[in-house]
């Protein structure tokens, strides 16, 4: 193995480049260097960083079953539950497919390693990091998708013994009912 290679040496629990040695003497802000300012920024990062999991998708299952889907008629209410699992099922492909595709770009990468020079030996790590990174945070948001899809499932599976035979014969003679209840609704509103 060709020892002029390994130049940067980066800790092997934190994966990450420190920017803070990046810019050593750098003069910042509360008369800190940059530096410090950093370390203290990605200390506080990595006090916050928690709520990742807690807050990891873009609406609460509150949310979803009472604004997003909270239309008066069942009918309606299903087909809004449809329509967001569908935006939820094209989101987990997408992320599916693009934390293939930067797995496979590290592993060309890695492959370039061999061949490079030092300073493109050097630019490809940080490149896998880099990668590395994105994959991880690909990860939370894909866990809150999921989330949401079983949130969505529960629905769906409530409205369905609830409403019965779901089929779009049936949906379309409960439009017509479904929309008088939303005109009464408003009619309502107006007159309070």
């Not at 002029?4 to 260097?33: H, M, R, T």
């Not at 896998?128 to 969505?152: C, D, H, N, P, R």
């Not at 409205?159 to 779009?168: A, M, P, R």
């Not at 929309?179 to 009464?184: E, F």
């Amino acid at each position: 193995m060709n020892t002029q290679k390994k130049v940067i040496q980066l800790k092997e629990e934190s994966k990450q480049v420190a920017i803070k040695d990046l810019f050593p003497d750098s003069k910042s802000y509360g008369g800190n260097s940059l530096a410090t300012n950093i370390e203290n920024a990605e200390l506080a990062i990595a006090n916050v960083q928690y709520t990742e999991r807690i807050w990891d998708r873009s609406r609460s299952q509150w949310m979803l079953k009472h604004l997003t889907c909270s239309q008066a008629d069942g009918w309606l209410r299903l087909r809004q539950i449809g329509a967001e699992m569908s935006r939820k099922r094209m989101a987990l492909n997408e992320a599916k497919f693009g934390y293939l595709k930067k797995k496979m770009k590290i592993g060309v990468k890695r492959e370039e390693m061999d061949k490079a020079s030092p300073a493109n030996y050097r630019l490809l790590e940080v490149e896998i990091m880099e990668l590395e990174s994105q994959m991880q945070e690909v990860m939370v948001k894909v866990e809150g998708a999921l989330k949401e899809v079983q949130t969505l499932s529960g629905m769906h599976d409530s409205l369905k013994e609830h409403l019965g035979e779901i089929s779009e014969e049936e949906f379309e003679k409960a439009q017509t009912k479904g929309h008088i209840k939303r005109a009464m609704q408003q009619s309502i509103r107006e007159v309070r």
